[in-house]
T-cell receptor, first 108, second 115 residues
Framework: KNEVEQSPQNLTAQEGEFITINCSYS?????LHWLQQHPGGGIVSLFM???GKKKHGRLIATINIQEKHSSLHITASHPRDSAVYIC??????????FGPGTRLSVLP | DSGVTQTPKHLITATGQRVTLRCSPR?????VYWYQQSLDQGLQFLIQ???????AKGNILERFSAQQFPDLHSELNLSSLELGDSALYFC??????????????FGPGTRLTVL
């Protein structure tokens, strides 16, 4: 069993739809990160969470430490949101483990 | 633009060779992280340096080594290259050694192709 799992693996949505990407992990963590990788390969850090919920524009990230689960929500999705979204966890040894990523396509 | 620079952008070399990848962190950032992204293994954490000292080690092969210099730039050395080392290598930086609580800023990556 992989330490970090994401679902779905691929997601196609229509512009304007509400999108949810899920991440579950099996190890103890000190923080969870959501990353966005653009089609050109560049990576941007979206959120870093150790508890609760964070919001940035149309993006919302939540984490439930007891259930070892996090979700990334995109409201009013847009074609420019098309990217791979990667969940990563860091443990107390500062070792980072990445999920396999969720490929999102938002159609106009 | 994250403020993190990596050179070269692309590198093509042959098996058995040695290459050096370079990373300059954002101004003021003391921590540098190296990651490898291959098609079959996804993103993997290799190593972290803070202010010149190694702070955390991930899945870094013995054939690979890294260092961070007094001006805070970092180099990743890959030797005895194999076909399987072909990947995107990312560098990231953050403000402190507490990378678990700091946002990381990623460079554009170096694409290494081993023929």
């Amino acid at each position: 069993k992989n330490e970090v799992e994401q679902s779905p693996q691929n997601l196609t949505a229509q512009e304007g739809e509400f999108i949810t990407i899920n991440c579950s992990y099996s190890v103890g963590i000190s923080a969870l990160h959501w990353l966005q990788q653009h089609p050109g390969g560049g990576i941007v850090s979206l959120f870093m969470l150790s508890s609760g919920k964070k919001k940035h524009g149309r993006l919302i990230a939540t984490i439930n430490i007891q259930e070892k689960h996090s979700s990334l929500h995109i409201t009013a999705s847009h074609p420019r949101d098309s990217a791979v979204y990667i969940c990563a966890v860091s443990d107390y040894g500062q070792n980072f483990v990445f999920g396999p990523g969720t490929r999102l396509s938002v159609l106009p | 633009d994250s403020g993190v620079t990596q050179t070269p952008k692309h590198l093509i070399t042959a098996t058995g060779q040695r290459v050096t990848l370079r990373c300059s962190p954002r101004s003021g950032d003391l921590s540098v992280y190296w990651y490898q992204q291959s098609l079959d293994q996804g993103l993997q954490f290799l190593i972290q340096y803070y202010n010149g000292e190694e702070r955390a080690k991930g899945n870094i092969l013995e054939r690979f080594s890294a260092q961070q210099f007094p001006d805070l730039h970092s180099e990743l050395n890959l030797s005895s290259l194999e076909l399987g080392d072909s990947a995107l290598y990312f560098c990231a930086s953050s403000a402190s050694t507490a990378g678990v609580t700091d946002t990381q800023y990623f460079g554009p990556g170096t694409r290494l192709t081993v023929l």
